[in-house]
């Protein structure tokens, strides 16, 4: 949990007339803390999200290569085999194929990461992809509230937790 404290003095609807100068500076650098502090909480959701990257292709390894083999050998349909489906549906990434109800912009990160690394490495090109308007808009919102989930403002005034 993040936690942050109340300082109107940084903002023209919220300060007082009465406002100084020091006032001021202090809300301003506690907003850039506050802003830091979840920021580095979502990179390190960024971080643990590129660390579990596809990890059905390592849990369900004879499975994806049984399938992979069957599909250059057999010319099986790749996309309605077993392990793709269990793969679509576990990893969050994969929103054109399943977009889970609480997507976000961690898993958009991980889209792109993920499309550009496959295409250049395998192809040495990275293919067209796309993603719906409905889409980003509900990981935009969903995101907001992932932040607002992650952040408590505190009861105390800073200067009063400082003390302890």
Known sequence: M?????NP???TRTAPKDVTFEEFQKANDMHIADVSAVMRELSEMIGSAGQHHDYTKKSQERMFYRDF???IENGTDFVNGE???LHVKAERHHLLSHCPEDVNFIDIFEMIADCTCAGLARSGEVRDFEISID?????FKNTCELIKSMVKVSDWKREEIEIF
């Open 9 to 11: 003095n940084g903002d």
């Open 69 to 71: 083999k069957s599909t």
């Open 2 to 6: 993040i936690y942050i404290y109340p």
């Open 135 to 139: 889409i980003l808009i509900k990981a």
């Open 83 to 85: 392990w793709y489906n």
